[in-house]
């Protein structure tokens, strides 16, 4: 096999790269009211939605271990590339960079390059299918790295939460402001950084206004957007996910144009109703 990218479970793939042996999905562990559940796409997002709203606690993620990492690495491809969600808010990078290592100690002339995506979710997914279609034109491993590497700083990565009972339970949100929100309705516009990190642009009173919000500040923050993809994963909510695209693709030429439903990781924390969008 001439390649292998390999994605942690946060990152969602298309149904033809779920089947191709070029990919590979690492799973991380979800724990929702007292159950551990891997990741694994065996779980739909309506049913573990369900499961979240139905724990009384936080919901929680594990990393993957190195050694699962490295099983994913160990195909015999030329080239591998591994994606994970950002560093600032997993251990997965740090052990995918260790499964690196030890796959090197037994093939250390391998190419193989791990990325932190500094994004989560389809910001993961992205740039997997953009080394795909490099690589599929024959480019070298190393500018694959190289634009790979000035590209996840660069993107855009913004979200609209419906639901905020993930963030009154992790504490980023106390309950009377959770209450407060919920009966006036107040939406979150959020991003993730240069870094990593989370932080939030606006707010607005409805999903709709806040949709709107989000739609203006992606146009507005992409100068180049005939040259990107755009990606946009929705959690339980393929009509809003629709909306979004098409607002986008009124204001904006785009390369080309995935849409998604979240996996579990990105479930557990965008919540019912919750709109990602890259680009």
Do not use: W
């Not at 994605?7 to 979800?30: I, M, N, Y």
């Not at 419906?162 to 949100?173: F, S």
């Not at 904006?252 to 890259?278: P, Q």
């Amino acid at each position: 096999m001439k390649y292998r990218i390999v994605v942690d479970s946060c990152g969602e793939l298309p149904e033809k790269q779920k089947q191709d042996e070029h990919f590979a999905s690492v799973p991380l562990t979800l724990r929702v009211n007292g159950e551990e559940i891997a990741d694994d796409g065996h779980m739909s997002c309506r049913d573990l939605v369900e499961k979240i709203a139905a724990d009384p606690d936080c919901p929680k993620s594990a990393c993957p271990s190195p050694e699962a990492y490295l099983r994913a690495y160990d195909c015999g491809a030329d080239h591998i590339y591994c994606l994970t969600l950002s560093a600032e808010l997993s251990g997965s990078y740090q052990s995918a960079v260790i499964g690196m290592n030890l796959y090197l100690e037994d093939h250390p002339d391998a190419k193989i390059h791990v990325f932190n995506s500094v994004s989560a979710s389809i910001g993961e997914s992205i740039p997997a299918l953009m080394i795909e279609q490099m690589e599929e034109k024959g480019l070298d491993f190393e500018e694959i790295v190289r634009r790979i590497e000035e590209y996840l700083p660069q993107k855009q990565t913004l979200f609209v939460l419906d639901n905020l009972e993930t963030l009154r339970k992790n504490g980023r949100l106390s309950r009377m402001k959770a209450i407060a929100a919920t009966i006036l309705k107040i939406k979150p516009v959020c991003y993730g950084t240069p870094e990593g990190t989370i932080g939030q642009l606006d707010q607005a009173r409805g999903i709709n206004k806040a949709i709107q919000k989000m739609v203006g500040y992606a146009v507005e923050r992409t100068p180049d957007p005939e040259n990107r993809i755009l990606g946009i994963t929705h959690c339980n909510c393929p009509d809003r996910a629709e909306i979004v695209k098409n607002a986008l693709l009124e204001r904006m030429k785009v390369k080309d144009v995935y849409v998604l439903e979240t996996g579990g990781v990105s479930t557990l924390y965008a919540n019912d109703g919750g709109i990602i969008v890259v680009i």
